[in-house]
């Protein structure tokens, strides 16, 4: 979907972007080799030559930051695909709901690969050197809960990488709710140790395992090692949607 995106050239809008799109033209060598047939000025078309060979240049480097800057937040799961060799499904579980007054008990980090949980008073502060190291984040809600969390107590860490907050898209193609709930409208399950939990159960785990419940910490990660999983298997169940959500908007669009 990268290479067929123009919103992050700086002075073109959706509306150009579906007028391409509807002119039959979705990839960016597409339209470098004929942009003849869209229906914008001369110097419009310039601009956007210009800026798909800066994209290019950009994407062979691997320069995820540029792609981060220049795209609205909300349409970052754009580039998904074009670095998936190096995301992170982020999940963390907290002592409460605001960064204020709370603090991070625990951030799970996947690969696609392996699952990893870094734990308060353990190993937390390692996530200052490994999550930067990603181009890519995957969370759900992450916007306005993970990443602040993570920043109101790690402030050196920039995040500077594309991030996709899937709890927007997904509200675009009708899954409402918390993360559970699509999950469970996806047909995503969840072991039996750990079927209905929520926020607040790995709250009153973690207290538990302050008082020295041992087994409180490993449900606990076992909780949250299936929230960056599922991540995973969420985004490869609904990309395909999100695809033909945005360029369905330009068919009815043409259709009017």
Not at 20 to 42: A, E, H, M
Not at 226 to 252: A, H, Q
Request: net charge negative; proline share 4%; hydrophobic share 40%.
């Amino acid at each position: 979907m990268l290479t067929s995106t123009y919103i992050h050239i700086p002075g073109i809008g959706k509306t150009v972007e579906q007028k391409i799109w509807i002119n039959g033209i979705r990839t960016w060598t597409d339209f470098l080799n004929d942009p003849d047939p869209i229906p914008i000025s001369q110097s419009k078309k310039e601009m956007i030559s210009a800026g798909i060979v800066l994209s290019e240049e950009k994407m062979h480097a691997r320069d995820s930051a540029f792609f981060a800057r220049a795209l609205p937040s909300s349409e970052h799961w754009r580039a998904f695909r074009s670095f998936a060799d190096s995301v992170a499904y982020v999940d963390i579980e907290t002592t409460g709901l605001s960064p204020s007054s709370s603090k991070i008990t625990v951030v799970g980090i996947y690969d696609g690969k392996q699952a990893r949980a870094y734990v308060r008073g353990i190993d937390l502060d390692e996530i200052v050197d490994i999550l930067p190291k990603y181009k890519y984040l995957v969370t759900f809600n992450g916007a306005r809960f993970d990443l602040p969390f993570i920043k109101k107590e790690f402030p050196q860490i920039t995040f500077d990488q594309l991030h996709a907050d899937l709890m927007y898209p997904l509200r675009r193609i009708g899954h409402t709710g918390g993360l559970k709930k699509i999950e469970h409208k996806l047909g995503i399950t969840r072991s039996d140790a750990t079927d209905g939990m929520d926020g607040f159960e790995a709250v009153r785990l973690w207290k538990a395992h302050e008082r020295g419940d041992e087994h409180a910490l490993d449900l606990l990660l076992e909780y949250n090692r299936e929230d960056i999983v599922n991540l995973e298997t969420i985004i490869d169940l609904t990309l395909p949607e999100f695809i033909r959500n945005t360029l369905s908007k330009c068919d009815r669009v043409q259709h009017r």
